[in-house]
Nanobody, 122 residues
Framework: VQLQASGGGLVQAGGSRRLSCAASGRTYSIYVMGWFRQAPGKEREFVAAFIRGAISTYYGDSIKGRFTISRDNAKNTVYLQMNRLEPEDTAVYYC????????????????WGQGTLVTVSS
């Protein structure tokens, strides 16, 4: 499985940004897809995820209802819509996938995209 993330850039506080993650390869083997982020000097943090074939979505505590994860199955693409961005959201955002169970632990994910940098200016 290969994951290609895109959509990062510079945005002002209060603004919005949408990230995309295109999956290719043996995508049928994926059970969970999600987003993580890592700010300088900090650990990788869970942002959002969904289970393939399920309706429920899962979000990290710091997101506070500002972000939405969605998918386009026909395009094998996952999106992260980020609204009301704050400077504290500045980080490299990674999409990830696993054949295993849902988890907020990055160590549980088998596949990773290359990361896309989001910088929120105050």
């Amino acid at each position: 499985v290969q994951l290609q993330a895109s959509g990062g850039g510079l945005v002002q506080a209060g603004g919005s940004r949408r990230l995309s993650c295109a999956a290719s390869g043996r995508t049928y083997s994926i059970y969970v897809m999600g987003w993580f982020r890592q700010a300088p000097g900090k650990e990788r943090e869970f942002v959002a995820a969904f289970i393939r074939g399920a309706i429920s979505t899962y979000y990290g505590d710091s997101i506070k209802g500002r972000f939405t994860i969605s998918r386009d199955n026909a395009k094998n693409t996952v999106y992260l819509q980020m609204n009301r961005l704050e400077p504290e959201d500045t980080a490299v955002y990674y999409c990830a996938a696993t054949q295993g169970s849902y988890s907020r632990n990055p160590l549980s994910y088998d596949y990773w995209g290359q990361g896309t940098l989001v910088t929120v200016s105050s």
